[in-house]
């Protein structure tokens, strides 16, 4: 059995001295009988010799085989998987959960499976990485390993740190905090280094300095120095929260050449962001352009985003539309619309997986907790009876609400297809029929031109029109315009302008096809609306139904 298992550890190894151009010796029988302790620091110590390096490698695993030691021939990949090419690393990942899968140890499979997400995450493929981390959670959740559990528990943390869950990151990372500090240096200064990132997102940069410099002074006392440079680089974003600008950019700057070297491109990105961020504050546009050019290519090569990175584009738009580029301002629009997808679909998953597959395992240990005092009191009966008809009812509430509004909803999407025709004789009848106003005729008349040249000419589409800006247009006051809109549009002013732009959005979502891929904020702007919320509102008032659902049902109608 273990011949037919080792058959990969040979296919990898092969493929690993191809990869990297080594020549592979025969081991040496003195290293047929060295210890892994002795082996692994021989691979440690040789970074810089691949050839030596591959011998030790080899020899580790090859000892693990002949000896059938299950644990040691998944730590002997696991040697692999630190110490070869990035795009090598999930090979040995998945020979470490084949083999771990052949040993039928639970925990082994456990860390197999919590090696690959982190891989994963490194890369920075959260989805990819969260899924491997759920397994791994499984899978060591049932044994004693308390080690595993924190590193599993860690790893999720981050995962909600992404998400912007950060109250709850700080919670799991302090926990492991206390852990970390008795038995691992390097994951101690990583978990302090991760609750001062969350600090730093909820706004708390006192806090956030604080935990920067308890992990300096840690560093210095456990001689651990690895973590110095991403200190000093959040350092110097909360310096630039503060508006300390020119600190900030020395700080950054001076943590960025170890953060490199480590081939961190998303700690690379932020902190050119930032840089970019600081000069542009200080009004130097120019000089910040070249690090928001650097986060872009970040993003074009690994499709790097996070929500705080997508202001990059919206700064490179404005700044390319000042220097009336249209060219450069299209192709970052076109960029900004792709970040967007990227972050509406990557959080989109991980929020629903962490919730439904981590954060109900949790409460699932919870309640069998409670279930148990529940026993012992002779309650659990009436308790889970009366919760499964709470839910039971819950779920006919939902499902009736579901299917009514299911109802309803496309029965106002036929209605608003219909609607344009009679909404234009009805403002017509209103038109025509309606002649007593109180006011000058002539005057009512000039008016009404001037509101069939605004909307013939989608004067609307403009920003920031108001009743006072829109009289001053017509040479009229504010009193005659606001009750001839009244009069013969049937409505007020802001109602009147917001159905004319929701009503032209309508007509260009019917017509253009390209226009149904837009962001509700792409619309809203294209719409002459103030922010993505007043669009939303104005289309739901107008329509009764989101701008999204209306899309959806033209698209399906389309195809």
């Known amino acids: 059995m273990i011949k037919k298992y080792f058959l990969i550890v040979c296919l990898s190894l092969g493929q690993h001295f191809y990869a990297r151009g080594e020549i592979v010796y025969q081991i040496p029988d003195t290293l047929l009988y060295k210890n892994y302790d002795y082996l692994f620091n021989r691979v440690e110590e040789h970074q810089n010799d691949s050839v030596k390096q591959a011998q030790y490698l080899r020899a580790y695993l090859t000892n693990a085989r002949n000896e059938e030691n299950w644990q040691e021939i998944v730590n002997g990949f696991k040697n692999y998987l630190h110490h070869s090419p990035d795009h090598l690393k999930l090979i040995y990942a998945d020979s470490m959960i084949y083999m771990a899968k052949a040993s039928k140890d639970t925990a082994l499979i456990g860390s197999a499976y919590l090696s690959k997400g982190i891989v994963f995450y490194g890369q920075k493929k959260h989805m990819e990485a969260l899924d491997n981390y759920l397994i791994a959670h499984d899978f060591i959740s049932k044994t004693n390993d308390q080690y595993q559990k924190y590193k599993a528990q860690y790893n999720l943390a981050h995962v909600k740190y992404y998400l912007g869950f950060y109250d709850e990151a700080i919670t799991l990372f302090e926990e492991c905090l206390d852990y970390f500090k008795k038995e691992n240096t390097r994951a101690y200064l990583n978990t302090i280094h991760s609750i001062a990132l969350c600090y730093n997102r909820i706004g708390d940069f006192g806090l956030s300095t604080e935990m920067n410099e308890l992990g300096l002074t840690e560093g210095n006392r456990l001689s651990n120095n690895a973590m110095e440079p991403y200190f000093i680089h959040l350092e110097g974003i909360n310096h630039y929260f503060k508006n300390n600008f020119a600190t900030a950019i020395e700080k950054i700057t001076r943590s960025l ?122 309650r659990n009966t009436i308790i889970l009876i009366s919760i499964i008809f709470l839910l039971f009812f819950l779920l006919l509430f939902l499902a009736y609400r579901y299917l009514r509004n299911k109802k309803l909803y496309r029965q106002r999407y036929e209605e608003l297809m219909k609607k344009n025709e009679k909404a234009q004789a009805a403002v017509e009848a209103k038109k025509t ?79 253009d096809k390209k226009i149904r891929n837009y962001t509700n904020g792409a619309l809203a702007e294209e719409a002459g609306f103030s922010s993505t919320q007043r669009f939303t509102n104005a289309f739901i008032s107008r329509t009764g139904i989101s701008p999204s659902y209306f899309i959806q049902e033209l698209k399906k109608e389309k195809e």
């Open 433 to 511: 029929n309606k002649t007593d106003l109180d006011i000058n005729p002539e005057a009512v008349a000039t008016v009404l031109k001037q509101l069939e040249k605004f909307e013939r000419d989608k004067k609307f589409l403009e920003k920031n029109w108001t009743l006072v800006k829109l009289s001053a247009a017509f040479n009229s006051n504010t009193n005659y315009l606001s009750k001839i809109v009244s009069y013969h549009r049937g409505k007020k002013i802001v109602e009147y302008l917001n159905d004319l732009k929701i009503d032209h959005i309508i007509e260009l979502l019917k017509n």
């Open 257 to 378: 050449p170890a953060i490199q070297q480590n081939k961190d491109f998303a700690n690379e990105a932020v902190g050119n962001f930032y840089i970019g961020k600081s000069y542009w504050d200080l009004r130097k546009h120019e000089k910040a352009v070249t690090y928001f050019k650097k986060v872009d290519q970040v993003f074009e090569e690994k499709d790097y985003i996070r929500p705080d990175l997508r202001e990059n584009f919206e700064l490179l738009i404005e700044y390319y539309k000042n220097k009336d580029n249209p060219k450069a301002k299209l192709h970052y629009i076109k960029k900004l619309l792709k970040a967007d997808s990227i972050l509406s679909v990557n959080y989109r998953y991980l929020s629903g997986r962490i919730h439904k597959e981590y954060d109900t395992r949790e409460l699932v240990n919870e309640r069998d907790r409670i279930q148990n005092l529940l026993d012992k009191r002779k």
